[in-house]
């Protein structure tokens, strides 16, 4: 397996990239806010759960996700040659069950893409993006409450990954095509592919 994790803010470009690093690479792209969206939209319990958690931009309490992501790697034949995970892990907790989820599998994270991009350019993206997406979580309230839950729960995350030796930062700001080849090389460097 062949797994890599795309890391940033609320903002920082991981769905744009996720969609080229799968025709790329050739993975299985697991979007947690995606599912979380689909299960929403098909109104089942565990849309309805998580309808409130998103709307207040909180994050689904650790156990829920990590249950609902080894669900996935379970059922997902496609996702046994790699996965882009885009949106988890969020929290230490759920890299930690993901860790374990992929050990058990005779594999591991291979590489953390780290999109970097200024608070700022976040915001304007975010309230751009809202303008289009119709998503619950994309108003300038629930946006800063995202951007708080990014620094208290998530960004720990990069120090984590650095500690672990998968991370690798990318400055997220730029043309698209510019960034995905910066994306590229420094997977090519670290995993050799
Ligand atoms: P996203 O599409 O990745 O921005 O996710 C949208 C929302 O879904 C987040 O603000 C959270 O409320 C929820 N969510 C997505 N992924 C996770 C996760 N790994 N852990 C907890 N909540 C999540």
Redesign the pocket.
Known sequence: MFNIVIFGA?GSG?GTQSENLISYYGLYHI????V?RDHIARGTDLGKT?AG??SE????PDDL?VSILADILDNTPEAKKGVIF??????IN?AEALKAMLAGRGAKVDAVVGLEVDEDELVDRLIKRGKESGRS?DNLETIKK?LQVYHSQTQPLRDYYIKEGSYVAIKGVGSIESIFDSIKSAIKEKCGK
Request: hydrophobic letters at 30%; a positive charge; zero cysteines.
């Open positions: 609320p991981k979007s947690t806010g995606e979380l998580a958690y998103i931009g909180k994050l689904i996700m885009d949106g988890f892990p969020r929290t759920q979580d995202r």
